[in-house]
Structures are given as structure tokens and as C-alpha cells.
């Protein structure tokens, strides 16, 4: 079994992930593109008990775009996100997948908010939500 971790810069927070992740999606929100200081942010979904976390972590509740409500986790030392909890799918955990840096991690399999996507980034392989 494949077992990933993700870590933020300093290595005080950590995202121990067993096995493949459920979906990888690429968000273009605007809220994604704040959080990540990026153009979009890269989200791996993994069923909750597959997931073993280490460290202190920061909470922001963030309400998105479609009004759900997730609680990000960052560190507090470093201030980078690690992962995320969405209120509507408790029995889910959002790692980013920037965090495992691995250039080695699956693909993204399907992208959101598209209407906000830089129109420089090509993703024909991925499908649109």
C-alpha cells in the first residue's frame, strides 16, 4: 500500500496518507488562489481514517464560493496549509497536494470554477465540474 506524507515548510505539521487518494482535483477559485498565492490550488481527497495527522495546527473556517464551509489547518510556525476538513463531508480529508511534494503524485482527474481559471492553464485531460 502506498503511503504519502505531506508536510508544511518546517515540518511541524503532518499528513500521513495511506493509500491512493479518492480524487485529485485543481480548483481555480479565487479563494484557492489567495490561499495558495498560486493561480489555483491542487486538492487530494482521502476517506478520513486513511489519513494520520501530526503537529499543531492553526484553524481558519473558510466559507467558499458554493457556501460550503471547510476548516483549513496550517501551521502555526511556518503558516503553510497542509489540510483541510469540508464541514459537508466529515468523513473526508482535503490534503494539498502541493504539500507531499512529489512531482510523482497522480494527476488531477477533474477541475472547479473554471470561470476563474487563468486562461493559460491547460487542463484537457482533467474533467470540468
Given amino acids: 500500500m502506498t503511503t504519502r506524507t505531506a508536510t508544511c515548510q ?9 493509500g491512493e487518494p479518492n480524487v485529485v482535483s485543481l480548483c481555480s477559485c479565487l479563494d484557492c488562489q489567495r ?3 498560486s ?3 491542487l486538492v487530494a481527497m482521502y ?3 486513511a489519513v494520520r495527522l501530526n503537529g499543531a495546527s492553526s ?3 473558510r466559507v467558499a464560493e458554493s457556501g460550503n464551509t471547510s476548516t483549513m489547518h496550517f501551521c ?3 503558516g503553510s496549509t497542509v489540510y483541510w476538513r469540508p464541514h459537508a463531508r466529515p468523513e473526508i480529508i482535503g490534503v494539498a497536494v502541493g ?3 512529489d512531482p510523482t503524485f497522480p494527476a ?3 477541475t472547479v470554477y473554471d470561470e476563474h481559471r487563468h486562461p493559460w492553464i491547460g487542463f484537457e485531460a482533467a474533467t470540468r465540474l
Fill in 35 to 37: 490561499r495558495t498565492g
Fill in 39 to 41: 493561480a489555483f490550488g
Fill in 59 to 61: 484553524e481558519y473556517d
Fill in 10 to 18: 518546517c515540518g511541524g505539521l503532518t499528513a500521513t496518507c495511506e
Fill in 99 to 101: 504539500a507531499f511534494a
Fill in 76 to 78: 502555526p510556525a511556518c
Fill in 47 to 49: 476517506p478520513r481514517e
Fill in 108 to 110: 488531477p482527474v477533474r
